[in-house]
């Protein structure tokens, strides 16, 4: 299998899991850094989130982008939480996501044949799931984690009026990571200002060049913290023995 970086974004603020975690007084109020340094079963979400791509063979480095001003302090605190003779880098992010996905990719090695993108809130990613994600875009170019949608899906007008339901047999939710053939990607973000549309997810960019994404199989405990409710949905899979068939 090929060498492969990791980018994980954590510069954003979380306001609304902070604005949450204060409004409900839940336990994560004590994390008003946000959700990506919230305790998770005594350790920070992040620490997880190090800890699953740590115990992938493949992957050789990790580059953080954190708030500029936390570069230092996150290095102290995580500087460990990578596999020993492993390369683990914080850089300060930019102003959105890609703005700093952007400026970490900018930081790896560019020696690496793969690079994986994840969401530092997503702490339950399987290693298999990485492992196997890797190997799809080594093959392909571009493959992307996910599910496919098993609820039914309606689509709304004013009002919230039911107007359609949806099929939902073509129809996956995208998760992380999100793994790429480092030129592809490379060559994505050069030309990512060309896109017109609002950019949610890396792969999307890989789409606008007409190149082909393929779906790798994920599950429901690869869910991504976004509220108070969540790290305790994470914390519930944790302590009832997730993931399960270790």
């Not at 063979?57 to 580059?63: G, H, K, L, M, R």
Request: glycine share 6%; proline share 6%; charged share 25%.
């Amino acid at each position: 299998m090929p060498t492969t970086s990791v980018i994980i974004p954590a510069a954003g603020a979380g306001r609304r899991f902070v604005a949450t975690a204060a409004a409900e007084r839940t336990p994560a109020a004590a994390a008003p850094q946000g959700k990506v340094f919230a305790m998770l079963a005594g350790r920070p979400v992040l620490a997880h989130t190090l800890a699953r791509f740590a115990a992938v063979e493949d992957v050789v480095e990790v580059v953080v982008a954190v708030a500029a001003d936390r570069v230092a302090w996150a290095a102290e605190t995580f500087g460990r939480e990578i596999a020993p003779g492993h390369r683990l880098v914080f850089t300060a992010g930019g102003q959105d996501r890609t703005e700093s996905v952007e400026r970490a990719l900018a930081a790896t090695d560019p020696r690496t044949e793969i690079v994986a993108i994840h969401d530092a809130v997503r702490p339950l990613i399987r290693p298999a799931v990485i492992a196997e994600a890797i190997r799809v875009a080594a093959q392909s170019g571009a493959a992307v984690v996910g599910r496919p949608v098993d609820h039914t899906v309606k689509r709304v007008a004013d009002g919230r009026r039911v107007v359609e339901t949806v099929p939902r047999d073509r129809l996956w939710l995208a998760q992380t990571p999100q793994v790429f053939r480092r030129e592809l990607l490379m060559r994505a973000y050069a030309e990512r200002r060309r896109v017109t549309a609002a950019v949610t997810d890396d792969a999307q960019l890989i789409e606008a060049m007409g190149l082909a994404v393929y779906m790798v199989q994920g599950d429901a405990a690869n869910l991504k913290i976004t509220t108070p409710e969540d790290l305790g949905l994470c914390e519930a899979l944790l302590a009832a023995g997730w993931p399960f068939e270790s």
